[in-house]
């Protein structure tokens, strides 16, 4: 199987930073290359994740599925709107 093409990414750290990460890397058994970029990708998708979720209360949730079942008709400026929009599809 063909490997995928990796990219390079320079990282400057002070030396006590680099000892830190060198040896946790040791201690799970892996290369620094590994354990930092497993590390970075598990708290980036943490980061990702929680800028993607939006949370409500139940409350506010029920009132969303009521909305969501029953909509207001439109009004005249979202009709207006609505006319506006490019029919090129």
Same mark, same amino acid.
Do not use: G
């Given at each position: 199987?063909?490997?995928?093409? $990796?990219?390079?990414? $320079?990282?400057r ?14 201690l ?11 590390v ?9 994740? $929680? ?15 009521e ?7 439109? $009004?005249?400026k ?12």
């Open positions: 199987m063909p490997r995928a093409a $990796n990219e390079r990414m $320079n990282l750290v002070a030396a006590q930073q680099k000892a830190t990460l060198m040896r946790a890397a040791a799970v058994h892996a290369d620094l290359t590994e354990f930092v970029t497993r970075a990708l598990r708290e980036a998708e943490a980061v990702i994740k $929680n800028a993607e979720k939006i949370e409500v209360s139940e409350r506010d949730f029920l009132r969303i599925l909305l969501l079942d029953t909509p207001t008709p439109p $009004n005249e979202l009709r207006a709107a609505i006319a506006a929009l490019p029919r090129d599809r």
